[in-house]
């Protein structure tokens, strides 16, 4: 296993930051490079909400289904999803910070479910640090336009 954290102190009330992590919507406008969120269950936010989610990476369109296995407004939401041979398991934690501002964690865990993988995920390492922190500090953007990340 493979455990990658990402920390950010974004200037938005908890909830604000909370909202765009936890709602696949918001998420989705606030990462540029996600194209296409298509809804799998009838849930649209919370727990069991699953969702395949297109996003260019590294020039190329990659499609991942994703499901919230865990849901605790305004604190802490989980995501998992299986790609590539390895599960990928990302908590956002979401803490007030002081005034008007909040602490975001990100740790994402991969654990390899092939051999290939088991070769892969720890050439990969520096290549995921730098993808999710490109994604936290897109959320921080998002969150700190004045519209309040709306």
Avoid: N
């Amino acid at each position: 296993m493979s455990r990658t954290e990402v920390r950010r102190t974004i200037a938005a009330a908890p909830d604000v930051v909370f909202a765009a992590v936890a709602d696949v919507q918001h998420f989705s406008r606030a990462v540029d490079d996600i194209q296409r969120v298509e809804f799998v269950s009838e849930i649209r936010a919370g727990l069991g909400t699953r969702f395949r989610e297109t996003r260019v990476m590294r020039g190329r369109e990659a499609t991942v289904e994703l499901e919230i296995t865990e849901f605790a407004p305004p604190e802490r939401v989980r995501f998992l999803s299986e790609a590539g041979g390895v599960r990928w398991d990302s908590v956002f934690g979401v803490e007030a910070a002081g005034e008007g501002s909040t602490r975001l964690l990100l740790v994402m865990e991969a654990t390899p479910l092939t051999f290939a993988a088991r070769l892969m995920v720890p050439l990969m390492k520096g290549m995921v640090r730098k993808a999710i922190a490109a994604d936290m500090d897109a959320v921080k953007a998002y969150c700190e336009k004045p519209s309040g990340g709306s």
